[in-house]
């Protein structure tokens, strides 16, 4: 071997080396957002809400209002079915703490920050000519 050959280790030295991931670590990844996705949808009332809506579908109207009160305000949709509007609002406080810090120029801070969150949720629930309730909506 002359000076300005590189050597090369023997190929049974050499490992290889895949960058391959392996698949139960994309299942294990599917597994892993499936669960958020749930966990995210549940937290938020979705599925509650809608099971909600869901229990009015082909009940009369009058068990309706008789269990929710009077509507905030009733709509037509423009086919002759009445909509039953109920909204309601809430407020949330929900308070930052300050921080305390020392740098170059001595003691800094921030004081504490409350910021108040108005919540808004309407539902809808559609009432056919015949007093029964065949579809509802909800939004925030």
Known sequence: MTSNQISRPPVSMIESKTNDISPWVWRMLAVVLLGFLFSALTGCGIFSRNAE?????????????????????????????????????????????GRAWRDASGVRWTNPKTETILHRERRAYYVNRDGIVFDGKWAW
């Not at 869901?54 to 009733?74: D, K």
């Open 53 to 97: 809506i869901s229990t009015w579908i082909g009940r009369p109207m009058n068990e309706l209002v008789q269990s929710r009160g009077n509507p905030t305000s009733w709509e037509r949709d423009g086919k002759g079915n009445r909509v039953l509007v109920y909204e309601w609002t809430w407020e949330s406080t929900y308070e930052t703490p």
